[in-house]
């Protein structure tokens, strides 16, 4: 069976979405790989490929081949003592089995070591760890070639800001001289002795081929590799305006053409273009600011326990197993479990929860979290990528860089918009030169019809939108799998929730434990559970590990366990102490086993109670009834009446008897329930009421028992606080147990469909009217650079209001 890895890479050089189409289509071609979606917002691909040793390497190749970069860091080390050949090659073969690193150079006389690597598929810190695996000591050189890919984002974005600047500087005259008049003109012809139109060529002719040099870099590319995007279109617009308006200046022999130049047109395309662009590349940066404040979270170092003695060392050095100081204050650098020590934690930043979690020996601590009050100290459990931080990181750059359903109508438009603005381009020339008997005329409309077009803003409309709301909901400590759920959770008409756990809080405790008089003189309270906790601390389920507490709380003994099994639905069995036990639910019990009378009568008036009722069977015969009780979560009220107000109706499906789930249903007024549910009737449950709802349905929980629902649901949601296969069968996880996140997920879902909605709406309008305009003759190609320019902006700033976003429950 063929397995498939995913990688994240950052592109530069894309100007519209005809780019990102063609990296698709070059990427697409490599056999080994499945699938690959490119977001023009964020500049990124997502990759899914066969899984291969060196093949990111070929995926590299073959953007590069397509005219586009990706972006890459070095690092460069000094091997500590002498190296020789089968040094190099171990190094070398160690070195490139990891999966992105793109180019290692070894140098056998100095011991330097320089690799390139691409950062979202790779850390240094895999990169040097495996140095240290390998046995060879060395000092890591700060690297000039590459920095981060937010400093060369940066740079870029320097460097675009200098050529906007030089652009206008250079500019100023060019149109100055253009729009001044006769008086001007001649005033510097007095003085230079000069025809103006030499100053004019120039200055354009810098403008053209220097501030405008990367134009025709990527039209070129684009050409090369059989397609069309913005920058023909400019390239073809402003050239024409300049090779013209140079013909005339130089060429014009016998005055056959209009001495009139086009120089002003040429050069301020070029330079309201690239202003539109540079303001883009800002834009993109605010969009992107989610990933960017996550990442700023990271420490860079951690207090190191070694022998007694406290050691700062940075993170890199830090591995699996070693222990970590944290004193008040601190964020806490690395994943693991506590050792020593108490404190209160602000883990605001996984769940968007406010209020401080206190915790002791054995709890779970997650890196970039605040430590508040008290000192302790950990076990590292996760390092670099494992981390809960780098998986969420990863887990939103690729959702970010994924497409929705209704991107694909933007993308067939994109696809074949550039040959046909090309076209009418075309025909505006013919018709105005031949029925207006106007070649000034003509060539302003033609070069206006193709300034104006602008694919960049349909390709902007989806992923800009896309990225700042998955921003923001991970922010508010909502994770979406997929771009794809975003469109399909803002449909959801009904929302089933699990009961326990999700609704309730899952910290469940014994209300009472209900001997048959038959066994009262064969078992007490305290052997009974203790043998019921040894059996159910192996169970995940919060009743079982309510239980354990149980036993933990009054000092009871633990015995080993034979055959442990989960009855999905019923509850667990194994052997203690040589005899078969059997705790859970009514269905639990089989048809032989031995139930006494008063434990019938009881079980009976139970049914109707509000408590969960747990049935404890010991060699085929019913010894004893657990009363669990559960308190109903604070905000599930105002979650359930904030659903209601967005028009989304709510149900409970629980594996809880009916007189349990109809009290909690009746408190937090959810009118419809299913009651002793099995997981496979749960699942069934979902699907029948998918035929009965036109819209989608979702399901919310966070057990094993729930997986197979969430699975089958249109939208599966699982609670963070839950077990690992729940949160693998959802599309969205909620880092926190608060389940108003639920709410917060259909409200930012229904934000962002309106806003790419009206992305899109501006976008094809932009289009389909001013081209019409400017084929008549009726726009400015100046102004028209200007508006196409601008047009892209419009979407990055209508997708950045997302930012704004107040939910009603967090």
Same mark, same amino acid.
């Given at each position: 069976?063929?397995?498939?890895?995913?990688?994240?890479?950052?592109?530069?050089?894309?100007?519209?979405?005809?780019?990102?189409?063609?990296?698709?289509?070059?990427?697409?071609?490599?056999?080994?790989?499945?699938?690959?979606?490119?977001?023009?917002?964020?500049?990124?691909?997502?990759?899914?490929?066969?899984?291969?040793?060196?093949?990111?390497?070929?995926?590299?190749?073959?953007?590069?081949?397509?005219?586009?970069?990706?972006?890459?860091?070095?690092?460069?080390?000094?091997?500590?003592?002498?190296?020789?050949?089968?040094?190099?090659?171990?190094?070398?073969?160690?070195?490139?089995?990891?999966?992105?690193?793109?180019?290692?150079?070894?140098?056998?006389?100095?011991?330097?070591?320089?690799?390139?690597?691409?950062? !979202?598929?790779?850390?240094?810190?895999?990169?040097?760890?495996?140095?240290?695996?390998?046995?060879?000591?060395? @000092?890591?050189?700060?690297?000039?070639?590459?920095?981060?890919?937010?400093?060369?984002?940066?740079?870029?974005?320097?460097?675009?800001?200098?050529?906007?600047?030089?652009?206008?500087?250079?500019?100023?005259?060019?149109?100055?001289?253009?729009?001044?008049?006769? $008086?001007?003109?001649?005033?510097?012809?007095?003085?230079?002795?000069?025809?103006?139109?030499?100053?004019?060529?120039?200055?354009?002719?810098?403008?053209?081929?220097?501030?405008?040099?990367?134009?025709?870099?990527?039209?070129?590319?684009?050409?090369?590799?059989?397609?069309?995007?913005?920058?023909?279109?400019?390239?073809?617009?402003?050239?024409?305006?300049?090779?013209?308006?140079?013909?005339?200046?130089?060429?014009?022999? !016998?005055?056959?053409?209009?001495?009139? %130049?086009?120089?002003?047109?040429?050069?301020?395309?070029?330079?309201?273009?690239?202003?539109?662009?540079?303001?883009?590349?800002?834009?993109?940066?605010?969009?992107?600011?989610?990933?960017?404040?996550?990442?700023?979270?990271?420490?860079?170092?951690?207090?190191?326990? #070694?022998?007694?003695?406290?050691?700062?060392?940075?993170?890199?050095?830090?591995?699996? $197993?070693?222990?970590?100081?944290?004193?008040?204050?601190?964020?806490?650098?690395?994943?693991?479990?506590?050792?020593?020590?108490?404190?209160?934690?602000?883990?605001?930043?996984?769940?968007?929860?406010?209020?401080?979690?206190?915790?002791?020996?054995?709890?779970?601590?997650?890196?970039?979290?605040?430590?508040?009050?008290?000192?302790?100290?950990?076990?590292?459990?996760? #390092?670099?990528?494992?981390?809960?931080?780098? @998986?969420?990181?990863?887990?939103?750059?690729?959702?970010?860089?994924?497409?929705?359903?209704?991107?694909?109508?933007?993308?067939?438009?994109?696809?074949?918009?550039?040959?046909? %603005?090309?076209?009418?381009?075309?025909?505006?020339?013919?018709?105005?030169?031949?029925?207006?008997?106007?070649?000034?005329?003509?060539?302003?409309?033609?070069?206006?019809?193709?300034?104006?077009?602008?694919?960049?803003?349909?390709?902007?409309?989806?992923?800009?939108?896309?990225?700042?709301?998955?921003?923001?909901?991970?922010?508010?400590?909502?994770?979406?799998?997929?771009?794809?759920?975003?469109?399909?959770?803002? @449909?959801?008409?009904? #929302?089933?929730?699990?009961?326990?756990?999700?609704?309730?809080?899952?910290?469940?405790?014994?209300?009472?434990?209900?001997?048959?008089?038959?066994?009262?003189?064969?078992?007490?309270?305290?052997?009974?559970?203790?043998?019921?906790?040894?059996?159910?601390?192996?169970?995940?389920?919060?009743?079982?590990?309510?239980?354990?507490?149980?036993?933990?709380?009054?000092?009871?003994?633990?015995?080993?366990?034979?055959?442990?099994?989960?009855?999905? $639905?019923?509850?667990?069995?194994?052997?203690?102490?040589?005899?078969?036990?059997?705790?859970?639910?009514?269905?639990?019990?089989?048809?032989?086993?031995?139930?006494?009378?008063?434990?019938?009568?009881?079980?009976?008036?139970?049914?109707?109670?509000?408590?969960?009722?747990?049935?404890?069977?010991?060699?085929?015969?019913?010894?004893?009834?657990?009363?669990?009780?559960?308190?109903?979560?604070?905000?599930?009220?105002?979650?359930?009446?904030?659903?209601?107000?967005?028009?989304?109706?709510?149900?409970?499906?629980?594996?809880?008897?009916?007189?349990?789930?109809?009290?909690?249903?009746?408190?937090?007024?959810?009118?419809?329930?299913?009651?002793?549910?099995?997981?496979?009737?749960?699942?069934?449950?979902?699907?029948?009421?998918?035929?009965?709802?036109?819209?989608?349905?979702?399901?919310?929980?966070?057990?094993?028992?729930?997986?197979?629902?969430?699975?089958?649901?249109?939208?599966?949601?699982?609670?963070?606080?839950?077990?690992?296969?729940?949160?693998?069968?959802?599309?969205?996880?909620?880092?926190?147990?608060?389940?108003?996140?639920?709410?917060?997920?259909?409200?930012?879902?229904?934000?962002?469909?309106?806003?790419?909605?009206?992305?899109?709406?501006?976008?094809?309008?932009? !289009? #389909?009217?001013?081209?019409?305009?400017?084929?008549?003759?009726?726009?400015?190609?100046?102004?028209?650079?200007?508006?196409?320019?601008?047009?892209?902006?419009?979407?990055?700033?209508?997708?950045?209001?997302?930012?704004?976003?107040?939910?009603?429950?967090?």
């Amino acid at each position: 069976m063929r397995t498939f890895s995913t990688i994240v890479l950052d592109i530069n050089g894309m100007t519209c979405a005809n780019c990102a189409a063609l990296i698709e289509k070059c990427l697409i071609e490599l056999s080994f790989v499945k699938k690959a979606n490119v977001s023009l917002a964020s500049e990124r691909v997502v990759v899914q490929y066969i899984s291969s040793e060196n093949i990111v390497v070929e995926i590299i190749s073959k953007i590069v081949e397509a005219g586009y970069d990706v972006i890459t860091k070095d690092v460069d080390l000094i091997i500590v003592g002498s190296i020789d050949d089968d040094d190099v090659r171990l190094i070398t073969r160690s070195i490139k089995s990891i999966i992105g690193v793109v180019n290692i150079d070894a140098n056998i006389l100095t011991g330097n070591i320089s690799i390139r690597y691409v950062p !979202n598929v790779c850390s240094s810190d895999e990169i040097l760890r495996n140095f240290e695996r390998i046995g060879f000591k060395f @000092k890591a050189v700060e690297s000039n070639n590459n920095d981060d890919v937010n400093a060369i984002r940066r740079k870029q974005l320097l460097r675009d800001k200098i050529g906007v600047i030089s652009g206008l500087i250079l500019a100023a005259p060019v149109v100055t001289l253009s729009m001044g008049g006769d $008086g001007l003109r001649e005033a510097i012809y007095y003085f230079v002795a000069i025809d103006f139109r030499f100053i004019l060529a120039f200055f354009t002719t810098v403008i053209q081929f220097v501030i405008g040099w990367n134009f025709y870099v990527a039209a070129f590319k684009a050409v090369r590799n059989g397609t069309t995007n913005m920058d023909v279109l400019i390239v073809m617009g402003s050239t024409s305006a300049y090779i013209y308006s140079m013909f005339v200046t130089f060429g014009n022999i !016998n005055n056959v053409l209009p001495e009139y %130049v086009y120089f002003e047109t040429a050069s301020v395309i070029i330079v309201f273009v690239r202003i539109g662009k540079y303001i883009e590349m800002k834009a993109k940066g605010n969009v992107s600011e989610a990933i960017n404040k996550l990442l700023s979270y990271q420490s860079q170092d951690a207090s190191l326990l #070694v022998d007694g003695s406290i050691i700062k060392v940075p993170l890199n050095s830090v591995n699996v $197993g070693d222990i970590i100081l944290v004193k008040p204050g601190e964020r806490i650098p690395l994943d693991g479990d506590i050792i020593d020590g108490k404190s209160t934690v602000d883990e605001s930043l996984m769940t968007g929860e406010s209020v401080d979690v206190v915790k002791g020996f054995g709890d779970k601590v997650y890196a970039s979290t605040i430590n508040r009050k008290g000192s302790f100290s950990f076990e590292v459990t996760a #390092v670099g990528s494992d981390t809960v931080l780098s @998986k969420i990181i990863n887990l939103v750059e690729r959702t970010q860089a994924s497409k929705v359903p209704i991107q694909k109508l933007a993308d067939k438009i994109s696809g074949f918009f550039v040959p046909v %603005v090309m076209f009418i381009s075309l025909v505006t020339f013919v018709l105005w030169f031949f029925y207006g008997n106007s070649f000034d005329k003509a060539l302003v409309s033609m070069v206006a019809v193709l300034v104006i077009a602008c694919p960049c803003a349909l390709g902007l409309a989806t992923p800009a939108a896309i990225m700042v709301g998955v921003g923001v909901a991970a922010e508010n400590g909502v994770l979406f799998r997929n771009s794809s759920t975003l469109e399909t959770v803002s @449909k959801v008409k009904l #929302v089933m929730f699990d009961k326990t756990g999700t609704i309730t809080y899952g910290n469940m405790s014994p209300a009472s434990i209900e001997i048959s008089k038959e066994y009262e003189d064969q078992w007490s309270v305290d052997e009974l559970l203790s043998v019921v906790a040894s059996l159910e601390r192996n169970s995940e389920h919060p009743i079982g590990q309510a239980l354990f507490a149980e036993s933990t709380i009054r000092n009871l003994k633990m015995s080993n366990v034979v055959g442990f099994s989960v009855k999905p $639905g019923k509850g667990v069995c194994g052997i203690v102490d040589n005899r078969q036990i059997r705790v859970g639910n009514e269905k639990i019990v089989l048809s032989s086993d031995y139930l006494p009378d008063d434990l019938k009568l009881m079980l009976n008036d139970f049914r109707i109670s509000n408590y969960i009722n747990v049935i404890v069977i010991i060699d085929g015969s019913v010894i004893a009834l657990i009363s669990m009780t559960d308190r109903i979560r604070d905000e599930s009220v105002e979650a359930i009446t904030c659903l209601s107000h967005l028009g989304v109706d709510t149900m409970i499906l629980s594996g809880d008897s009916e007189g349990v789930v109809r009290y909690v249903a009746e408190s937090i007024g959810i009118k419809e329930f299913l009651s002793g549910l099995m997981p496979i009737e749960k699942s069934e449950s979902v699907k029948n009421m998918q035929k009965k709802y036109n819209g989608y349905v979702a399901m919310v929980g966070d057990g094993i028992n729930d997986a197979a629902a969430l699975a089958q649901a249109d939208v599966g949601i699982a609670v963070g606080t839950g077990t690992d296969i729940a949160v693998e069968s959802a599309d969205i996880t909620l880092m926190g147990s608060d389940i108003g996140g639920v709410v917060s997920a259909i409200e930012l879902s229904k934000l962002v469909m309106k806003t790419i909605r009206q992305n899109l709406f501006w976008a094809f309008c932009y !289009n #389909v009217m001013l081209i019409p305009v400017a084929a008549f003759g009726q726009l400015n190609p100046m102004l028209a650079a200007g508006a196409m320019g601008f047009s892209s902006v419009f979407v990055l700033i209508n997708s950045i209001r997302l930012k704004k976003t107040r939910f009603k429950v967090v």
